[in-house]
């Protein structure tokens, strides 16, 4: 069974910084997108960085600048590293995977930006 498992969330205050992981179990080899998601209470689900196999990124309007994602040269982890956090950043923050026709989801880890 394919496991995606988040780290790094928590609490930090305004203008902080944070770093989330993601562990991949999955092998992947051809065309992929990695990214990462969030949702905030009352909000639908967002996308806020994707890299792609062809090693191209795109972010969020709202976080450029900011935020970069990144990921190992196995392809087996994602990386988000958030700069300069704003309390609208509050929410979950989802690993996806889309390989192989699939979408993969992490858990969900819990950033919460808040003095």
């Known amino acids: 069974q394919v496991q995606l498992v988040e780290s790094g969330g928590g609490l930090v205050q305004p203008g902080g910084s944070l770093r989330l992981s993601c562990a991949s179990s999955l092998t992947i080899v051809g065309s992929y997108s990695m990214g990462w998601y969030r949702q905030a209470p009352g909000k639908q689900r967002e996308l806020v960085a994707v890299?792609?196999?062809?090693?191209?990124?795109n972010y969020a309007d709202s976080v450029k600048g900011r935020f970069t994602i990144s990921i190992d040269n196995a392809k087996t982890a994602v990386y988000l590293r958030m700069n300069s956090l704003k309390p609208e950043d509050t929410a979950v923050y989802y690993c996806?995977?889309?390989?192989?026709?699939?979408?993969?989801w992490g858990q969900g880890t819990q950033v919460t930006v808040s003095s």
């Open positions: 996806n995977i889309d390989f192989a026709t699939t979408d993969y």
């Open positions: 890299i792609t196999s062809g090693g191209s990124t």
